[in-house]
């Protein structure tokens, strides 16, 4: 059993995943001053001499694991001329991009720290040099990779600006959104973002990391990294409810939500439960004029990494049935410790027409992709 | 099955390890102490370059808070998601049973005995005067 699990190569069948469309790909910036030529006098000033204000308490602290040198990165990822994790196009072309002969991959820069920034003046400004370095550092040497549009959500007024800004350029794929904020997404001081996003054209994606200044489960701070990774679940579950439960999604019919790195084999069992008690509770939320599963299913997309392993993998089939395979994007989440390989993430083949869906289709009609 | 002469002894110094490719394979030389041993450089969970990880010690805790650190040195921590493999046996701390990496025989020869043959040398040139890593495959 051991020889066979270690020396098994990926099949014909499994080579379905080339070409596939990675919803998940972490950009990191060469140094600390990347960004600077994309702000204006004013903010690099203010970056220089007084810095960011974020809402994470325990300062200087790393959310990340030390398992691995480093900040929680693929060990192996480390470009060799320098650098971080991802902050080498080469490198990533190398590992990821031509490796798989990826169609396309979609950016979620965790750097920059526009979305938690407490100064909003300060955040809106570092999410508009977040956008632009993205397109000068990435999109445009490698097309394949596609934007995800930053913003201050505290900032409404910035934040539909750089939205409206963005419309039309096809190096953006979405809006990106900390799913931790400092209120549930679905509260009405959102909507004119979530709205302003649907309006012009792009999905919502909601990428696990930053601090939202609350404890990062509804008990308190968790004491391991262990604890803290399946928070990430807790945190998708909050966003899932509070945009069914505001009706925000009967107020704006064509909202797309990306759901990114939080799994996925919770959303079946989360919807079983919102619908048993919209049965009970309709009256106190008269808006909802479907069951909240109907919404899910409309509205929310997810990503699969870190994907589950089910003691039984067959049972993976049957999760993947009740979300909709056709809801269900695959993503890697390079250069980071917990990436998924797409060789070898789900543990059962899938069915022929639920993997291109997975790896390649449901991407290509969200993101209306060639 | 071949004897493949991979590297000088004193090449690989204890705590480390080498990644030596064998009939087309990778596989990680791992010197503890004097003792080598060899692991397919390759995890089993998602095709990792399993040896190119930190090299770890065994902690175990028979109950929360008393930590015991044991087998300083012994334990290849997957360079991915960190799963933990015995570098003497190939076995995995998540799932000894079922799930382990390869291993393969290593044994350190003096070139006296080697140049007797057979063995494949690969790119190490062998000379009597000194001892070898040499792996069965």
């Known amino acids: 059993m051991n020889v066979t699990v270690l020396d098994r190569k990926p099949d014909r069948g499994a080579q379905s995943h080339l070409g596939f469309i990675d919803c998940d790909v972490h950009p990191y910036v060469k140094g600390p001053n990347d960004f600077d030529p994309f702000l204006s006098k004013r903010w690099l000033e203010h970056k220089q001499t007084i ?35 991802g902050s080498d196009l080469p490198m990533m072309q190398e590992q990821l991009l031509d490796l798989f002969d990826v169609a396309y991959g979609l950016l979620a820069p965790l750097v920059g720290g526009a979305g938690g920034e407490r100064n909003v003046e300060f955040g809106a400004a570092m999410a508009t040099a977040v956008n632009e370095w993205q397109l000068a550092h990435w999109c445009d040497p490698d097309p394949r990779l596609l934007g ?21 350029d096809r190096r953006f794929a979405q809006v990106n959104i900390p799913p931790r904020g400092l209120e549930p997404l679905g509260r009405r001081r959102y909507w004119p973002i979530l709205e302003a996003c649907a309006a012009n054209g792009f ?21 391991f990294y262990h604890e803290e990774h399946p928070s990430y679940v807790q945190t998708m579950q909050t966003l899932v409810t509070s945009l069914v439960c505001e009706g925000v999604f009967e107020r704006i019919p064509n909202l797309k939500i990306v759901l990114v790195e ?38 929310i997309w997810v990503t699969t990494q870190p994907i589950e392993e089910p003691e039984r993998p067959q049972d993976m089939l049957s999760i993947l049935e009740w979300i909709g395979p056709d809801r269900v994007m695959f993503s890697t989440d390079y250069p980071h410790w917990d990436q998924d390989d797409p060789r070898y993430a789900f543990k059962i083949p899938l069915p022929d027409d639920w993997k291109r869906k997975i790896y390649r289709d449901n991407a290509r009609a969200l993101y209306n992709l060639d | 099955m071949n004897r493949h002469v991979v590297a000088k002894v004193e090449d690989i110094q204890p705590g480390t390890r080498k990644i030596v490719t064998v009939k087309g394979r990778e596989i990680g030389i791992f010197r503890v102490g004097d003792d080598f041993y060899g692991l397919i450089n390759r995890c089993p969970h998602q095709g990792a370059p399993l ?26 921590r997957c360079p991915w998601h960190c799963w933990e493999f015995d570098i003497r046996t190939g076995q995995s701390l998540c799932d000894p049973n079922s799930v382990q990496a390869r291993a393969f025989d290593v044994a350190v020869e003096p070139g006296r005995a080697l140049v007797e043959g057979p063995f494949v040398a690969e790119s190490v040139p062998v000379t009597v005067e000194e001892t070898y890593v040499v792996v069965t495959l």
Not at chain 2, 68 to 75: A, F, K, S, V
Request: charged letters at 20%; aromatic letters at 6%; one cysteine or more.
């Open chain 1, 148 to 168: 995800a549009i930053q913003v201050n959500v505290e900032h409404t007024e910035a934040a539909i600006a750089e939205i409206e800004k963005r419309a039309g």
């Open chain 1, 203 to 223: 999905p919502v994606s909601l990428h696990l990391g930053g601090t939202g200044g609350h404890a990062s489960t509804g008990g308190g701070w968790p004491s």
């Open chain 1, 51 to 85: 810095g960011g204000r974020t809402r994470q308490g325990l300062a200087k602290t790393s959310m990340y694991p030390r398992m691995s040198p480093g900040v929680g990165m693929r060990m192996d990822s480390w470009p060799k001329t320098g650098g971080h994790p």
């Open chain 2, 51 to 76: 040896c190119r990880g930190e090299i770890v010690s065994r902690l175990v805790a028979p109950s929360p808070g008393d930590y015991r650190l044991t087998r300083p040195g012994e334990m290849i």
């Open chain 1, 262 to 299: 939080g799994g996925f084999a919770w959303l079946p069992a989360l919807c079983w439960r919102l619908d048993k008690h919209w049965k009970r509770l309709r009256a106190e939320v008269p808006h909802l004029k479907r069951s909240p599963s109907e919404y899910v299913h409309d509205h």
